[in-house]
């Protein structure tokens, strides 16, 4: 009997620093997480958000300088080349956001070091013919946004999501997998225990920040799930 295919490892928000996507690569994830902005005509890396005209970033609460130097994508994509690939995730609503990114993958020769996720599918929808080779995950996040998806799913339009782990069981993971979606990361798992859950559900991919339970899965060292 065949072994079953290694789960896709994606490590979360490792992009968005760069010396934290070198100790990513260093583990041998599948991808890097890096969370894009199309800010003032600059492509801006970072997971915090604006704060209209104040010159601040926020995140979950709390506040961070913005008048600092911002990571830039076209420097993550010169890090990038020949070291490990890039799970760029879609951020905000610049209509000019995929055209942009688009324009940089090609300048910097990186379209096959990438991937793409965002919960605006009309962004990854635009994908699709400048960079075919590039694999997009649908991201869901909660059940509302898994009902909208439910018609494009049912025409077997979608291969990919990335979808928050608490959404998973195994009646999803089954719904998915019989509507064609071949590749299925969750986000949001920290520890073994989520690790062997969501894997005994059926999930293709994990996408966490422990690096170690990352690297313990590529070598299939977790286990069974409990029952």
């Given at each position: 009997m065949a072994a079953p295919p290694t789960p896709l490892i994606v490590a979360h928000r490792a992009g968005n620093h760069l010396d934290e996507l070198a100790e990513a690569f260093a583990f041998g994830v599948d991808y890097a997480e890096t969370d894009v902005w199309l800010h003032r005509g600059r492509l801006e890396v970072r997971h915090e958000k604006t704060l209209g005209p104040l010159p601040f970033l926020h995140d979950h609460g709390r506040l961070f300088p913005g008048w600092k130097p911002r990571l830039l994508l076209r420097d993550v994509l010169q890090a990038a080349l020949?070291?490990?690939?890039?799970?760029?995730?879609?951020?905000?609503?610049?209509?000019?956001?995929?055209?942009?990114?688009?324009?940089?993958?090609?300048?910097?020769?990186?379209?096959?070091?990438?991937?793409?996720?965002?919960?605006?599918?009309?962004?990854?929808?635009?994908?699709?013919?400048?960079?075919?080779?590039?694999?997009?995950?649908y991201t869901i996040s909660n059940p509302e946004r898994l009902a909208e998806l439910r018609p494009r799913l049912g025409r077997g339009e979608i291969e990919a999501v990335s979808i928050h782990s608490r959404m998973l069981s195994a009646e999803i993971v089954q719904e998915l997998k019989q509507s064609g979606v071949r590749t299925m990361t969750t986000w949001a798992v920290e520890t073994e225990a989520d690790a062997r859950r969501v894997l005994g559900y059926g999930a293709t991919g994990v996408t966490s920040k422990n690096l170690v339970l990352l690297a313990a899965i590529r070598r299939g060292e977790l286990g069974e799930a409990p029952s």
């Open positions: 020949g070291q490990g690939r890039l799970f760029l995730d879609l951020k905000g609503a610049e209509p000019g956001l995929p055209g942009a990114v688009v324009g940089a993958i090609e300048r910097a020769g990186a379209e096959d070091i990438v991937a793409f996720s965002s919960p605006r599918w009309a962004f990854l929808d635009r994908l699709a013919d400048p960079l075919p080779q590039a694999a997009r995950f």
